[in-house]
């Protein structure tokens, strides 16, 4: 049932330990006693249950599922209400103005993939972010101008229509009366939102998240009239209550108020599409995630495909087999940041990168004893935060897994007057200039160029792993841009390589590297000092991941079928919530 209380982090159903570790790391430079550090993150406490089962970023949102669940719902019911109940609850990821993924995998083995990613508006413009002299400038972060046209309104409806068994109405019952009626404050939304409060005060949502300058504080109501009348639309009209009609009116004219690029005619025309999921294999299990507009399934099969290629993986976070991590992950995302667009725009060489002939061709060069320097690599010269997860098992026997996200908190952090919501800020995903970094640190290329109606890159990986009958077994997915990539590899192979329980994985230390910057990043604590040590010497640039809103690694929500039944976890890392029954 919902109460309206959110649960935070440190929650009541959350035994998270220390987190000190990872506080260790708010500064950037890594000095002595940070990698001296020693890694105390400790695994949640997991919730198993015989049915069902639902992780997310927010314990009102997986209530709102659990609750579509319990009155008969399915696995996809169930998403599509969590979906629309964080864009209540959750308001810093939580969405109804950016986009997404979902991944749909049915107990009689059909799968389904739905790309509700954002387009760039139709008076895009290739160079539209460079300035006089060529730099990028800041609008594809902040402001209007930064704003895709939103996905997921479109996407959840749809997926609805296709395999939910229940009304809209429904299914959105338990946001409206989130947003209608309020919730209270907890610890996360309050930090989260003074966090941002300078950023969203300088548009329309400043009045509702930081009224009279102060930002929500905890244990205050907080009821959202605006978003309950715009979600009311949809329950009433599906996707043309948004699309079309008076929110699209409040839209069109919030863009108009802060010289955004969003029209009528972007929003008509706007279409989710469904693709087939991409398929691989890692160790005798079967993979299956996002194709391209995302590039998040690419890169996940073909580092893993990489690491099968090399043999068995040496222990957790000795020097071997972080130095071979590194490799791959350099490898998949050079391969990530040049080759992959809009597959409406381009032919994305899919199928090589992601065979295992390839992987083991790349693997043949990696030096045992040597890191590569990323420039190296390219034969020619390559030019070139917020989202959310949440997992779905239903006790059917069907799975689904979502990330959607606004981009950055908050996403360009205009909010629509009188239609209570976010918009993303997604348009910062495509390549301003190629081979200049974007808010992530991606240096990324040609193909994934602005132009109109074009959907930008992502690196959303939503996954669902069956095990060697072909049963689901680990649903997963993460935010955190290029770190999304890296998180869910990371808890993927900590299952399976390390043999580690799903709450050990998630707790575990991450590392990461994305070609570009070429800087191998650790979180403190996580590598012992020698290993470090002997990284360096190896020519690899080691160093603490800095702290940063939406974290340097990434944020997972992932649910596993054991014996006892479902596994629920969340990211010690971040707020949430895993129940089921
Ligand atoms: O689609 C992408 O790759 C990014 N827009 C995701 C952003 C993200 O995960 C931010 N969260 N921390």
Request: zero cysteines; glycine letters at 12%.
């Given at each position: 049932m919902i109460g309206g209380i959110r649960h935070s982090t440190f929650g009541v159903r959350v035994m998270v330990a220390s987190i000190a570790a990872v506080l260790a790391s708010c500064r950037t430079a890594p000095n002595a006693s940070e990698e001296a550090a020693r890694w105390t993150l400790r695994a949640v406490e997991v919730d198993t249950a015989p049915h069902a089962m639902i992780a997310s970023n927010d314990s009102l949102a997986t209530m709102a599922g659990i609750e579509v669940l319990r009155r008969g719902g399915n696995a996809v019911d169930a998403a599509v209400a969590v979906g629309f109940a964080l864009a209540v609850t959750y308001p810093e990821a939580g969405n109804i103005g950016g986009g997404g993924f979902m991944l749909v995998r049915l107990a009689d083995g059909r799968t389904a993939a739905l790309d509700f990613r954002e387009v760039a508006p139709l008076?895009?413009?290739?160079?539209?972010?460079?300035?006089?002299?060529?730099?990028?400038?800041?609008?594809?972060?902040?402001?209007?101008?930064?704003?895709?046209?939103?996905?997921?309104?479109?996407?959840?409806?749809?997926?609805?229509?296709?395999?939910?068994?229940?009304?809209?109405?429904?299914?959105?019952?338990?946001?409206?009366?989130?947003?209608?009626?309020?919730?209270?404050?907890?610890?996360?939304?309050?930090?989260?939102?003074?966090?941002?409060?300078?950023?969203?005060?300088?548009?329309?949502?400043?009045?509702?998240?930081?009224?009279?300058?102060?930002?929500?504080?905890?244990?205050?109501?907080?009821?959202?009239?605006?978003?309950?009348?715009?979600?009311?639309?949809?329950?009433?009209?599906?996707?043309?209550?948004?699309?079309?009609?008076?929110?699209?009116?409040?839209?069109?004219?919030e863009m108009r108020r802060g010289g955004g690029l969003i029209t009528h005619a972007d929003l008509e025309r706007y279409a989710p599409v469904w693709r087939e999921p991409l398929r691989g294999t890692y160790r005798g299990y079967t993979l299956l995630t996002m194709p391209p507009i995302s590039s998040g399934g690419v890169a996940l099969l073909e580092t893993l495909n990489i690491l099968e290629a090399m043999g068995p993986l040496p222990s957790f976070r000795s020097v071997a087999e972080t130095h071979r991590l590194t490799e791959a992950l350099r490898r998949a995302f050079l391969d990530r940041n040049s080759e992959l667009g809009d597959p409406a725009f381009m032919t994305n060489p899919v199928e090589r990168l992601t065979s295992k002939a390839y992987a083991q061709s790349l693997a043949s060069r990696i030096s045992p004893t040597q890191a590569t320097p990323t420039l190296t690599l390219a034969s020619t010269p390559r030019e070139g935060t917020q989202t959310t997860h949440f997992s779905v098992a239903d006790s059917a026997g069907n799975v689904v897994a979502v990330t959607y996200t606004l981009n950055e908190l908050y996403g360009s952090g205009v909010w629509?007057?009188?239609?209570?919501?976010?918009?993303?800020?997604?348009?910062?995903?495509?390549?301003?200039?190629?081979?200049?970094?974007?808010?992530?640190?991606?240096?990324?290329?040609?193909?994934?160029?602005?132009?109109?109606?074009?959907?930008?890159?992502?690196?959303?990986?939503?996954?669902?792993?069956?095990?060697?009958?072909?049963?689901?077994?680990?649903?997963?997915?993460?935010?955190?841009?290029?770190?999304?990539?890296?998180?869910?590899?990371?808890?993927?192979?900590?299952?399976?390589?390390?043999?580690?329980?799903?709450?050990?994985?998630?707790?575990?230390?991450?590392?990461?590297?994305?070609?570009?910057?070429?800087?191998?990043?650790?979180?403190?604590?996580?590598?012992?000092?020698?290993?470090?040590?002997?990284?360096?010497?190896?020519?690899?640039?080691?160093?603490?991941?800095?702290?940063?809103?939406?974290?340097?690694?990434?944020?997972?929500?992932?649910?596993?079928?054991?014996?006892?039944?479902?596994?629920?976890?969340?990211?010690?890392?971040?707020?949430?919530?895993?129940?089921?029954?």
């Open positions: 008076g895009a413009t290739r160079d539209m972010y460079l300035d006089s002299t060529g730099a990028p400038t800041k609008a594809s972060v902040t402001g209007h101008l930064a704003v895709g046209v939103p996905g997921t309104v479109a996407g959840l409806t749809a997926a609805l229509e296709r395999y939910g068994s229940k009304s809209l109405a429904e299914v959105m019952a338990p946001a409206i009366r989130l947003a209608r009626d309020g919730l209270v404050v907890d610890s996360a939304l309050a930090r989260s939102v003074a966090g941002d409060a300078a950023r969203i005060a300088r548009f329309e949502g400043g009045a509702r998240f930081v009224p009279g300058g102060v930002p929500l504080p905890r244990g205050a109501r907080f009821a959202q009239p605006e978003l309950a009348w715009t979600l009311a639309q949809i329950a009433e009209r599906g996707a043309a209550g948004f699309y079309r009609g008076t929110v699209a009116d409040s839209l069109v004219a629509v007057r009188g239609a209570g919501f976010f918009l993303n800020d997604e348009m910062d995903d495509f390549t301003a200039a190629p081979g200049k970094p974007n808010l992530f640190g991606l240096v990324q290329g040609e193909a994934n160029a602005i132009a109109p109606g074009k959907r930008m890159l992502s690196s959303m990986t939503p996954a669902i792993v069956l095990d060697s009958a072909g049963a689901p077994w680990l649903v997963l997915g993460s935010r955190g841009g290029p770190r999304i990539i890296t998180s869910v590899i990371e808890v993927v192979s900590n299952v399976i390589d390390h043999r580690m329980s799903l709450a050990e994985a998630m707790a575990a230390p991450r590392v990461h590297h994305q070609a570009l910057p070429d800087s191998l990043r650790y979180e403190a604590g996580g590598l012992a000092p020698a290993v470090v040590d002997s990284l360096r010497a190896m020519g690899h640039a080691i160093g603490v991941a800095p702290w940063k809103p939406g974290g340097y690694v990434g944020r997972v929500h992932a649910i596993m079928k054991t014996p006892a039944g479902w596994v629920g976890v969340v990211d010690p890392r971040t707020s949430g919530e895993a129940e089921g029954y």
